[in-house]
């Protein structure tokens, strides 16, 4: 049977991306631990040379960091760290790719100002003063524009299949200088990457229009925004794949499976956690008695 050329396969159970090994007909995914038997296949070769961030922690320094995440959440049941039934780490290089460009943006905005204004008004007697008598108010709307030029670098979009953007997002404070060529051989387990150049392309155009427009908007002075148009020229746009480590660390809590990630560079810890219904609602029934004390209050004032 003659060789396939293969330049992705798919975990079956979580659809995480798998990478074949020349020489290694056992594979297994990162992400949930299922097993593959690859028979006849030959992996396909990267067509650009590629950069990662090699592990600087090891195992059992991405067991504390998880054991100090798990044991931090206030509103997590309270024996959690001791019922948890938590797996071994495993590591992984996650594929993700880097933009930069440089941006040039025109704005414009109709903004409203209101103003209050006290007014002494000699009322007949016997007429009760209601709250809000005596005061007039007056809009006056305005155009402005401007612009807003910015070079950006390191935009990152994930190419994995098997960690989600929220999940990645909370635990991926990389040092993007650190960069170095990836090795022809790794000891470590690495997802192909499930996006293609093109469409990583267009998702970074997409953040650094989202950055732009934020970024204007900061620049309008004070008043009520009604209306903001933002046109962005993106220039020089250039996107990179690269491979960053992480520790994957599951662990089983009433039945129910969870899943945290460790930066395999840094030691941040993000993740899925179970919380606590009793200590939730008494957070939330917290959150409610401020505002309302709050209001009565005012209201008591108003009424002396």
Known sequence: MAEVQVKLLRCQQCSAAL?????????????????????????????????????????AAARDAFDRWLAGGLLRPGDLTRAAVVHVPVPVLVPLYLGGARAHSNWTAEVVRRRFKKVNEVLPP?????????VRMRSDSHFLGGGHDAEYANVFVL????????????MANYDWDRLEPLPATVDVPREEPTLAAGEAMRQVRHRLEDIERAACRAMVPGGEVVDLRVNTVIQDLRVDLAYVPVWVISFVYGGRTYRALVNGATGK???????????????????????????????????S
């Open 126 to 134: 016997g007429i009760e003063v209601k709250t809000g008598d005596g």
């Open 19 to 59: 990478h074949p090994r020349a020489g290694q007909p056992l594979l297994a995914c990162a992400f949930c631990g299922s097993s593959y038997l690859v028979e006849g296949l030959t992996p396909a070769g990267a067509d650009a040379p590629l950069r990662w961030l090699p592990f600087s922690l090891q195992s």
């Open 159 to 170: 190419a994995s299949r098997g960690i989600s953007e929220t999940g990645f997002a909370q």
């Open 269 to 303: 810890t993000g993740g899925e956690a179970p919380l606590s219904v009793s200590r939730t609602a008494l957070a939330v029934v917290a959150g409610l008695a401020l505002p309302a004390a709050v209001a009565w209050w005012l209201w008591r004032r108003r009424r």
